[in-house]
């Protein structure tokens, strides 16, 4: 059965660091694109970063260039996000999505991990 397992979020305050992390089953990972998305409360639910299924490309959500790197290990089925410098605006839930190909391009019928939340404090 596919699976896609979130873990690393919690607590941080502003200016420090969190790496996150996707672990996925019952599929060849390295067939598929995959990418980071966050859900504050109150708001939709927003692209954070996606990356090809070889890892020869990868997407940034403008509010977080420079900050955050994405990057994957097909060997061990996962996926990971480091997040620095966290700012206020980053708390949300995390979650983690296999697209429907190789690429990243839009794909409302992708599959989704739980989320994982990360806190940031004053």
């Known amino acids: 059965q596919l699976q896609l397992v979130e873990s690393g979020g919690g607590l941080v305050q502003p200016g420090g660091s969190l790496r996150l992390s996707c672990v996925a089953s019952?599929?060849?990972?390295?067939?598929?694109?995959v990418g980071w998305f966050r859900q504050a409360p109150g708001k939709e639910r927003e692209e954070v970063s996606c990356?090809?299924?070889?890892?020869?490309?990868?997407n940034y959500a403008d509010s977080v260039k420079g900050r955050f790197t994405m990057s994957r290990d097909n060997k061990k089925n996962a996926f990971y996000l480091r997040m620095k410098k966290v700012e206020h605006e980053d708390a949300g839930v995390y979650y983690c999505?296999?697209?429907?190909?190789?690429?990243?391009?839009?794909?409302?019928?992708?599959?989704w991990g739980q989320g994982t939340e990360v806190t940031v404090s004053s």
């Open positions: 999505k296999r697209l429907g190909g190789r690429y990243c391009i839009g794909d409302p019928f992708g599959s």
């Open positions: 019952g599929f060849p990972l390295d067939a598929y694109a």
């Open positions: 990356i090809t299924s070889s890892g020869a490309r990868t």
